[in-house]
């Protein structure tokens, strides 16, 4: 029998800062495992440009291997997108499709993602912003170190953390996500992460799959960044269940702080944008009456 969900009829006394949102999902429609057609995903995504919170949905996730696809379909408006190249993906394809949508009109190119590896720095030459998804355990620290030394370049370089699970690994733990953001922040990059992150509060696996909630992204980091809160502190945000306490920090932020907080937490990839959206609208957090 599944533990109930202890944030059902739980809202915020107000609502937090809008800035605190803005463009921070993603529109993952096409990857896992929402995996939608093309088409389908291009429909949507700008049907939603024009909603009263198309301010909080980011670009367009196109893997490179589906630039082919997306470039022959219609498009009745622009389309911000940005170019995903996951860990192993051979960057000659990613460069190819970079430059092919460089030239279509009809596409702002917002960024490109790839993996940590010892060639992704041939893509500083891209003219564009780069997340690069650094791998977990041992080799971390360096591929931060790494990116560190080109964060201050014209493009912005930050780094990428997969939230979810994947064929080989599982998704990463509360204290494993601590660390990651503890060690971004030390390294004064900004991040964003991909995957998992479905719903506004931090799940157990008897809830279902095991996940970690958005805005208990948002309180760690919060904390990292104003109180110099370490692993066990963040990893504690991370995990807790019970949302008065997190809406309780989400709520405090002024729009300065919340500044601050997304100068670091810049996005995350979501397969289903509308969920997390819907998440706030139930906790009070932004005053949407439908999504």
């Known amino acids: 029998m599944s533990t109930p969900d202890q944030s059902v009829g739980i809202q915020a006394d107000r609502p937090a800062e809008r800035a605190l949102f803005r463009a921070l999902f993603d529109d993952a429609a096409v990857f896992p495992p929402g995996l939608a057609p093309l088409p389908q995903a291009i429909a949507d995504h700008v049907a939603r440009q024009s909603n009263s919170y198309a301010d909080l949905i980011g670009p367009l996730l196109l893997p490179a291997s589906a630039i082919e696809d997306f470039l022959r379909l219609e498009r009745p408006r622009q389309v ?17 499709a970079r430059s092919r949508l460089d030239k ?53 370089v930050q780094a990428k953390f997969r939230t979810g699970s994947t064929p080989n690994t599982p998704v990463p733990t509360p204290t494993e996500l601590a660390i990651f953001i503890r060690a971004a922040v030390d390294h004064d990059l900004g991040f964003k992460l991909t995957g998992g992150l479905h ?75 509308l969920d997390p959206i819907g998440d706030l609208v139930t906790f009070g957090l932004i005053k949407e009456t439908t999504v």
């Open 80 to 96: 911000d997108a940005a170019l995903i190249g996951r860990p192993g993906t051979d960057l000659a394809l990613v460069a190819d």
């Open 104 to 156: 279509d009109p009809g596409v702002t190119l917002t960024g490109v993602e790839i993996g940590w590896s010892p060639e992704w720095p041939q893509a500083l030459g891209w003219n564009a912003s780069l997340s690069i998804e650094v791998p977990r355990g041992a080799e971390q620290e360096r591929a931060l170190s790494e990116l560190q030394k080109h964060a201050a370049e014209p493009n912005p």
């Open 199 to 273: 719903h506004a509060m931090s799940r157990t696996a008897s809830e279902g799959q095991g996940q970690i909630g958005f805005l208990n992204v948002i309180a760690a980091t919060r904390w990292a960044l104003a109180h110099g809160a370490e692993v066990r502190e963040m990893d504690s945000l991370l995990s807790q269940r019970d949302p008065v306490a997190i809406l309780d920090i989400i709520t405090r932020m002024s729009q300065a702080d919340a500044s601050v907080v997304r100068a670091f937490f810049t996005a995350y990839g979501c397969c289903a944008v």
